[in-house]
């Protein structure tokens, strides 16, 4: 436990480097932009290290209880996010998803660490899928939201005829919403397939299908929204502000689910 | 210390630069005459459309003068003429001319990129033509690393500042690197041959032609390395392109609000960016609207130059603080320099001194073996090395202190020598000068602290 919570502060004291390194060019005239990515990869080495001595030393999965939970969803976000920049070698997913990591790291530290129940001894294996499933899915859309975000800002830019002169220099439009559309291509099937098995291990610990609570709901509404973005852009080859600002309103519901707070 | 003389887009006109200027080829021999002429001692010609400058060390007191004279002759000018529109620099405001020059901060489009070049092969050519000296080539060297400093830690020269190279920023902001995007371009007059030769140099995939007269098109797009299509069809075409450059002569709107939603409808919502460069406008404006349309015409393109020439200007403030600490900074290297002269004479007193009383007491101290005469020698050249020692840092530190000038009579008083202190314009970085002074103590083991190396 003890090296786990060693490994898991270096991670976030790197994580927090790296956002410091990819914020200071905004503020100063330092260039500490380059660092980033190496500071969040040194950071995901220890946060792997960290969830690995977790397992270990609790003799379980380390998904057993929200922050657990948390803390696996910034990791795979941070993955995400690092084979993304190394593809597509966008310099604004830094200033976007690593506050994200940050906030969900520090809400992690915050929650109570209560035992998720587990109900039919059976039910442990398909809890894990659907977790694991929706971590993925929630962090991919990091991604989604990431490029998104910036699509709108380029976008009402260029219609106010006042360039962006940002840092990090903004995508192009293209750039984004192929960023946009692909990642949201790989969360949402991810998304409805943690859902449904959500729903299954639900009902065999509550008996009932579906409980009218503000979290299932939240994720449902954020679920709908996404189907009908997918389904425009590929039936109706939807593209530009709109879907993007849709997505934008989806993730901010799945994230307000994700941390727990309604 | 360097003189400047010359004048520049600001302090004449064009008919007058124009007949100051040497063309290239002429720099190196005229940077050699300007050179050859009596009291300059080391010259650089810089010559450019907004500007001819003579850069040079003189020692003669009416530089100014002289060099008026020498452009006099060189060129179709009168001397009356040359007095209306020259400036003369000297000294610290020559050193910051040169420095700010190059740095493009004196340029009529602030943190343009040709200046640098333009000064490197002034340079070059002077260092051909062997006119260059120690000064001036240290003052240019340090100019480029200023230059780069200022290039690398401002904004100064980040965003365009052309219509042109806008529209082609503002291209790469919808489309990325436009290598797999098309143009159209609509009418076929000079602005639009322009706009699609600069997109085409940025290397856009396929340019198309349409015009009213069909043999138009024809012969740009085939200047242009593309296809000429019939102007009924445009639209269609517009569903193709992603860049439209309209620029025709018609008097009334060619691209209506309709057609452009029709062709963004076509096209499934991929961004399209129109750019209008016509006069009457040939895009109706009310297409900006249009999601994933983008409409600049010129003047929003020229708003937006203006907007990027504000943030440079905004720039120029830290610019020049990088300027005044690389002036700051080449003085106190040239102060330095000057208290030279009086190191070497202090040294070469003192030495004599001891030598002389040396020779006074020789008869004194009776028969000595050579061992014990080069004893008593020695111990006369080291005690004069250990008194030279505080006196010699204490002139050091002052050289690079404002007003040091102070205590360097006060300490050529002290030791009783004449009290002009030597001007630094007057060459005080003869090396063979220290020479001389060497001898004494030349090859002994107690030589006092260092005399050459810090000189450069």
């Known amino acids: 436990m003890d090296t786990s919570l060693?490994?898991?502060?270096?991670?976030?004291?790197?994580?927090?480097?790296?956002?410091?390194?990819?914020?200071?060019?905004?503020?100063?005239?330092?260039?500490?932009?380059?660092?980033?990515?190496?500071?969040?990869?040194?950071?995901?080495?220890?946060?792997t290290a960290a969830l690995w001595a977790l397992g270990i030393g609790l003799q379980r999965c380390p998904l057993g209880t929200l922050p657990e939970i948390l803390s696996a969803l910034?990791?795979?976000?941070?993955?995400?996010?690092?084979?993304?920049?190394?593809?597509?070698?966008?310099?604004?997913?830094?200033?976007?998803?690593?506050?994200?990591?940050?906030?969900?790291?520090?809400?992690?530290?915050?929650?109570?660490?209560?035992?998720?129940?587990?109900?039919?001894?059976?039910?442990?294996?398909?809890?894990?899928?659907?977790?694991?499933?929706?971590?993925?899915?929630?962090?991919?859309?990091?991604?989604?939201?990431?490029?998104?975000?910036?699509?709108?800002?380029?976008d009402r830019a260029l219609k106010a005829r006042r360039p962006v002169r940002l840092y990090p220099k903004l995508p192009s439009l293209e750039r984004c919403d192929e960023v946009g559309r692909v990642s949201l291509l790989w969360a949402f099937p991810l998304l409805t397939l943690g859902i449904l098995t959500g729903a299954v291990a639900t009902a065999s610990i509550n008996h009932t299908f579906w409980t009218w609570q503000a979290k299932e709901t939240l994720a449902v509404i954020a679920w709908a929204i996404l189907a009908v973005v997918i389904v425009l852009r590929l039936g109706w080859g939807w593209r530009g502000r709109n879907p993007a600002l849709l997505t934008i309103v989806a993730f901010c519901a799945v994230l307000l689910r994700m941390l727990g707070v309604y | 210390m360097p003189i400047v003389f010359g004048m520049n887009h600001r302090s004449?006109?064009?008919?007058?630069?124009?007949?100051?200027?040497?063309?290239?080829?002429?720099?190196?021999?005229a940077a050699a005459r300007l050179r050859g002429l009596t009291g300059v001692e080391e010259a650089v010609l810089l010559s450019t459309c907004n500007r001819t400058e003579l850069i040079v060390t003189a020692s003669a007191a009416d530089a100014g003068g002289i060099l008026a004279r020498f452009l006099e002759r060189e060129r179709p000018i009168a001397l009356d003429e040359l007095e209306r529109h020259c400036y003369l620099h000297r000294g610290p405001e020559a050193v910051r001319h040169v420095f700010r020059l190059?740095?493009?901060?004196?340029?009529?489009?602030?943190?343009?990129?040709?200046?640098?070049?333009?000064?490197?092969?002034?340079?070059?050519?002077?260092?051909?033509?062997?006119?260059?000296?120690?000064?001036?080539?240290?003052?240019?060297?340090?100019?480029?690393?200023?230059?780069?400093?200022?290039?690398?830690?401002?904004?100064?020269?980040?965003?365009?500042?052309?219509?042109?190279?806008?529209?082609?920023?503002?291209?790469?902001?919808?489309?990325?690197?436009?290598?797999?995007?098309?143009?159209?371009?609509?009418?076929?007059?000079?602005?639009?041959?322009?706009?699609?030769?600069?997109?085409?140099?940025?290397?856009?995939?396929?340019?198309?032609?349409?015009?009213?007269?069909?043999?138009h098109a024809d012969e740009l797009a085939r200047e242009l390395g593309g296809r000429a299509v019939p102007f009924d069809r445009l639209f269609e075409e517009m569903e193709r392109a992603d860049i439209v450059i309209a620029s025709t002569a018609a008097p009334h709107r060619v691209i209506g609000r309709e057609d452009a939603l029709r062709v963004s409808r076509a096209r499934r919502g991929r961004p399209i960016f129109f750019i209008d460069i016509a006069v009457p406008r040939d895009v109706d404006p009310a297409v900006h609207e249009i999601d994933n349309v983008y409409l600049y015409d010129l003047d929003d393109l020229q708003g937006v130059v203006k907007a990027n020439m504000d943030g440079r200007l905004h720039e120029v403030q830290s610019a020049e603080a990088i300027i005044e600490r690389e002036v700051a900074a080449f003085l106190a290297w040239r102060k330095s320099l000057e208290v030279t002269p009086t190191i070497v004479e202090l040294r070469q007193r003192l030495h004599e001194i001891a030598l002389a009383e040396l020779e006074r007491f020789h008869s004194r101290l009776g028969e000595l073996t050579p061992d014990q005469a080069e004893a008593v020698r020695l111990l006369a050249v080291s005690l004069v090395n250990k008194l030279l020692h505080q006196p010699t840092v204490a002139l050091k530190r002052a050289a690079a202190l404002n007003g040091g000038g102070l205590r360097v009579e006060l300490i050529r008083e002290i030791f009783g020598m004449d009290t002009r202190h030597p001007e630094g314009d007057a060459a005080p970085v003869q090396g063979d000068r220290d020479e001389t002074v060497a001898a004494p103590v030349a090859g002994h083991a107690e030589s006092a602290p260092s005399r050459r190396q810090d000189e450069r």
């Open chain 1, 6 to 47: 060693v490994l898991l502060r270096t991670a976030l004291a790197l994580y927090a480097l790296g956002f410091v390194s990819a914020f200071l060019p905004l503020l100063t005239r330092l260039k500490t932009g380059r660092l980033t990515p190496f500071l969040a990869l040194a950071g995901w080495i220890a946060h």
């Open chain 1, 74 to 154: 910034s990791w795979s976000a941070v993955l995400i996010y690092l084979v993304v920049f190394w593809r597509y070698r966008l310099e604004v997913l830094h200033v976007v998803i690593l506050p994200l990591v940050l906030v969900v790291q520090v809400v992690s530290g915050l929650v109570p660490e209560e035992l998720i129940p587990v109900a039919a001894p059976l039910r442990p294996s398909l809890l894990r899928f659907h977790l694991t499933v929706i971590i993925f899915a929630v962090a991919a859309l990091f991604i989604t939201f990431a490029a998104s975000l910036a699509y709108v800002l380029l």
């Open chain 2, 12 to 29: 004449a006109p064009l008919a007058v630069r124009e007949r100051v200027a040497f063309p290239g080829e002429e720099v190196g021999a």
């Open chain 2, 102 to 215: 190059t740095s493009s901060l004196d340029s009529m489009v602030v943190g343009e990129a040709q200046i640098l070049g333009q000064v490197k092969e002034a340079y070059a050519a002077a260092g051909r033509a062997g006119s260059l000296g120690p000064v001036l080539d240290a003052l240019f060297r340090r100019a480029f690393s200023a230059a780069k400093k200022v290039r690398t830690e401002t904004g100064i020269a980040r965003n365009p500042v052309s219509i042109a190279c806008a529209a082609v920023s503002l291209a790469r902001d919808i489309f990325g690197d436009l290598d797999d995007n098309s143009v159209l371009v609509v009418g076929a007059g000079k602005m639009a041959r322009l706009a699609a030769q600069q997109l085409k140099s940025e290397g856009v995939r396929a340019v198309a032609v349409a015009n009213r007269s069909f043999q």
